[in-house]
């Protein structure tokens, strides 16, 4: 069996950090798989997909380090050559990864305690981000 959701999340860009783990615990939890794969994709190519424990002064030292990483005033042939400024988005969205699978078990994602399912929106603008969520299994 395979079920598709496509959600949608306003964001602020310059790496807006978002918890989506309990919209694909939903997600999977109303599939009625119950062992199998949870699959998250960012549609887009400056955003991002991954895990953290989202606690409010992770999420910041996670930025200032991406930052640290990629800055978001840094040169770039991209930004010369489409004139938007958001070079460092691309990089710091191919760094990152556009996608993540998550195993399912009992009808449930396999999360660690403290592990949740995060959205990055690397872009120097707020957008509207599209997410698409995939199950798969029995």
Do not use: C
């Not at 449930?108 to 798969?136: A, C, E, K, Y």
């Amino acid at each position: 069996m395979v079920k598709s959701k496509e959600i949608t999340l306003k964001t602020k860009g310059y790496t807006d950090i978002i918890n989506i783990t309990g919209q694909v615990e939903e997600f999977v939890g109303s599939s009625g798989v119950s062992e199998g794969i949870a699959h998250v994709f960012i549609i887009g190519s400056t955003g991002s997909v991954s895990t953290i424990e989202y606690e409010p002064a992770l999420v910041e030292d996670f930025k200032e380090k991406i930052d640290d990483l990629v800055p978001h005033n840094m040169k770039s042939r991209h930004s010369q050559t489409w004139g938007d400024d958001n070079g460092f988005s691309h990089i710091r969205a191919t760094l990152l990864n556009s996608h993540l699978t998550i195993p399912v078990t009992r009808g449930v994602p396999v999360l660690g305690t403290w592990q949740q399912i995060i959205v990055l929106d690397h872009d120097n603008r707020p957008r509207s981000r599209r997410v698409f969520l995939q199950v798969m299994g029995e």
